[in-house]
């Protein structure tokens, strides 16, 4: 077997491995061997057997994986069909010996993310927790043209001056968000950053005082 050239893959949710171009045949008997080499299109072959009058068909089904990893690449589900002139079953006449294989790599789509606000503000609450966050706003881009839809375990924030976390009233905070994605999302993805920064502010309380009258 000669198998094509790619043998580096990105994750995309689908089936990944590398092509078989080339099969070469070779027909072994007591006395002499001949060899054929074929060009391949598709999970099949179908070529001259020792008489040309033979036609055989090999099926070419391969290994393929759908995850990152590291992986070995082999031709499974060998099968000979077809008749020969008297009608015999060209399985009964000849057998196969495959040993070609190939180690191949899909890697993780490398991620980058964006959060659709432009201004993360709140009311004051005495923390610098970010509120009202929604993984619905956060979008990605693979920039290794891998799949781009991950699992999001969760998406937290706090607002920052400097190096500092604040808690009082202001504007134009840095607010630093962070994101997790889930441990099954990490097998086949990797994220660039798992921060980002964006801008709130922090917003007066406002406090309801109701007087109640009284006589003396």
């Known amino acids: 077997l000669t198998w094509g050239t790619t043998t580096t893959f990105v994750y995309t949710g689908n089936a990944q491995g590398p092509s078989i171009t080339n099969v070469s045949v070779t027909y072994g008997t007591p006395s002499s061997t ?19 009058s033979e036609t055989l068909t090999f099926g070419l089904a391969h290994y393929t994986e759908i995850n990152a990893g590291n992986y070995t690449a082999e031709v499974t589900g060998w099968e000979i069909t077809g008749t020969n002139e008297a009608g015999d079953t060209q399985s009964a006449n000849y057998s ?48 290794n043209g891998g799949a781009k839809n991950p699992s999001i375990s969760s998406i937290t924030g706090n607002y920052k001056s400097g190096n500092d976390f604040v808690t009082a009233v202001g504007e134009d905070y840095t607010v630093v968000l962070t994101l997790a994605l889930t441990s099954a999302s990490l097998n086949n993805y990797s994220l660039q950053s798992n921060t980002a920064n964006y801008s709130g502010d922090i917003t007066r309380r ?9 006589t003396k």
């Not at 001949?34 to 040309?52: I, P, Q």
């Not at 406002?206 to 009284?214: E, K, P, R, W």
């Open 96 to 143: 196969v010996s495959v040993t070609s294989t190939v180690d191949y790599t899909i890697n993780k789509s490398n991620l980058t993310w964006t959060y659709s606000s432009a201004s993360i503000d709140k009311v004051y609450d005495a923390t610098s927790n970010a509120v009202g966050l929604s993984t619905a706003n956060v979008s990605f881009t693979s920039t």
């Open 206 to 214: 406002g406090i309801d005082i109701t007087l109640n009258a009284s």
């Open 34 to 52: 001949e060899s054929r080499t074929y060009a391949v299109s598709g999970n099949s072959l179908t070529f001259k057997g020792v008489k040309d």
